[in-house]
């Protein structure tokens, strides 16, 4: 399994960035897809989640309203876009993939999601 997180980068606070996600190798339109970010000296914590079909998704309350996650099952491919960006997104975001659907209870949970990819830095400048 191969996924490839691209689309960060340097942006002023209020600015917009969308991140994407190439996934291969494992049965994409079976699974959940989840963002997670990691910030300097914090733990990585849960972004944005989506169902297979698309029509559920979650958001961590920072997020709600400002980001929206989606996907294209035919390209295999999950997006987050980013909108009114503040210096407290600084981070570096990462995809999470499940072949299956994950729980509930463990959409926010990174033990929930077995693979992962490299992370793509985005930076909010003030």
């Known amino acids: 399994v191969q996924l490839q997180a691209s689309g960060g980068g340097l942006v002023q606070t209020g600015g917009s960035l969308r991140l994407s996600c190439a996934a291969s190798?494992?049965?994409?339109?079976?699974?959940?897809m989840g963002w997670f970010r990691r910030a300097p000296g914090k733990e990585r914590e849960f972004v944005a989640a989506?169902?297979?079909?698309?029509?559920?998704?979650f958001y961590t309350d920072s997020v709600r309203g400002r980001f929206t996650i989606s996907r294209d099952n035919a390209k295999m491919t999950v997006y987050l876009q980013m909108n009114s960006l503040t210096p407290e997104d600084t981070a570096v975001y990462y995809c999470?993939?499940?072949?299956?659907?994950?729980?509930?209870?463990?959409?926010?949970?990174?033990?929930?999601?077995?693979?992962w990819g490299q992370g793509t830095q985005v930076t909010v400048s003030s």
């Open positions: 999470a993939a499940s072949g299956q659907r994950v729980i509930t209870s463990m959409l926010r949970n990174p033990n929930g999601y077995p693979h």
């Open positions: 190798g494992l049965t994409f339109s079976s699974g959940t």
């Open positions: 989506i169902r297979a079909s698309g029509g559920n998704t």
